[in-house]
């Protein structure tokens, strides 16, 4: 698997040369999804941890137990970290492995939105509810029906209606449930079951939350990427294809979905008419940055807008060992986003 290359950079140069400081020093946190909840800013990270698991190609070394909320009043004011929002073993459907999780509000509630690897070593998307956006959260006894894979991302659009976008690659299993069940074979393989370089990409998903957002109300379906001749793009396609990071926000009547293209380490968008897509490629939100995931959110707070990412800056380039950062993005008057480099001139090689 290529890493993001620093070979030729000293950690003393890159922090100093980093556009962003990380948020959070005292925890390492990654997958930063934040919201704006009551004109103050939360973010719900990953909570990374050195659980001792060895690297792979699956992220067994991904072996989070509990999610932490932090908090901000602005962009630029210290994070406050709110302490354990919630634990694996208070999950009963889950074993393992808590990775990016997001939340929503709806009428004074908070929802938690987590990834988790049931007791069968299968991922599966639960819920939590709590009376504040900081938790505890209290799961649900059991994962959202027919979910699947990681990551998910909720975009609640004008009109009311919730959405989650999902979706991982790799040691996110999404490449399994191709033909609608697990395919179980080749276990230890992140590269079995994938699509033909030469073949229409492997899509992200998205359903409608039913009104209580619990459970699905539709069959997910894929979230088409098309290249600039109308074609979806192919799972070779490695520079622009999807991998993991959903993440969708609206922008002048637009729909930007926002995503990671994971083993090429950029943050990508694409734009579309509805919550549906089909969404054209549009360009790179972010370069790559030291580490090898890179994960993102996007939201709007008084009139700016605001990338939250992550780097493993501070842990000097432990994979597994991310902090979370934000920095402003800027759309261009045709609605186009500027491409934003972690490191100034300083580059990480995809
Ligand atoms: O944090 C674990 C996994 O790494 C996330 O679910 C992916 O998006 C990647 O950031």
Redesign the pocket.
């Known amino acids: 698997m290529p890493e993001a290359n620093i070979d030729h950079i000293s950690f003393a140069d890159l922090k100093k040369n980093a556009i962003s400081k990380v948020l959070i020093s005292h925890i390492y946190t990654?997958?930063p999804s934040a919201h704006v909840f009551q004109n103050k800013i939360y973010i719900y990270p990953?909570h990374d941890i050195d659980a001792g698991e060895a690297f792979d190609d699956l992220?067994s070394h991904?072996a989070?137990e509990d999610y932490h909320v932090i908090s901000m009043d602005t962009p630029g004011s210290e994070a406050i970290d709110h302490g354990i929002a919630l634990h694996v073993n208070d999950v009963p459907w889950a074993e393992k492995q808590m990775?990016?999780p997001d939340a929503a509000e709806k009428d004074g509630k908070y929802f938690l939105f987590f990834?988790a690897k049931d007791h069968e070593g299968i991922f599966r998307i639960g819920v939590a509810i709590a009376d504040s956006p900081t938790g505890p959260f209290k799961p649900q006894a059991s994962a959202i029906k027919d979910s699947f894979s990681?990551?998910p991302a909720v975009f609640k659009d004008d009109d009311g209606s919730y959405y989650m976008y999902f979706g991982?690659i790799w040691g996110?299993q999404l490449q399994r449930w191709q033909t609608g069940k697990f395919n179980a074979a080749n276990p230890q393989s992140p590269f079995a079951h994938l699509p033909a370089d030469n073949e229409p990409a492997l899509c992200a998903k998205v359903a409608k939350l039913t009104d209580d957002l619990l459970q699905f109300a539709e069959k997910p379906v894929d979230v088409v990427i098309l290249d600039e001749n109308g074609n979806a793009l192919l799972q070779g396609d490695t520079n622009r294809r999807f991998f993991?990071?959903s993440w969708v926000y609206k922008y002048n009547d637009k729909y930007y979905f926002t995503y990671?293209t994971g083993d090429t380490h950029f943050i990508c968008y694409a734009i579309g008419d509805n919550p549906y897509g089909p969404f054209k490629y549009a360009g790179r939100i972010l370069n790559p940055v030291v580490g090898w995931?890179t994960?993102h959110s996007i939201i709007e707070f008084n009139g700016e807008w605001y990338l939250f990412y992550h780097d493993s800056s501070l842990s000097e380039g432990i994979t597994h060992l991310r902090s979370i950062k934000v920095t402003k993005l800027t759309h261009d008057k045709n609605g186009l986003i500027k491409t934003i480099d972690p490191y100034g001139e300083l580059k990480v090689s995809e």
């Open positions: 990654a997958d990953s992220g991904f989070m990775w990016a990834p990681i990551d991982g996110g993991e990071a990671s995931t994960h």
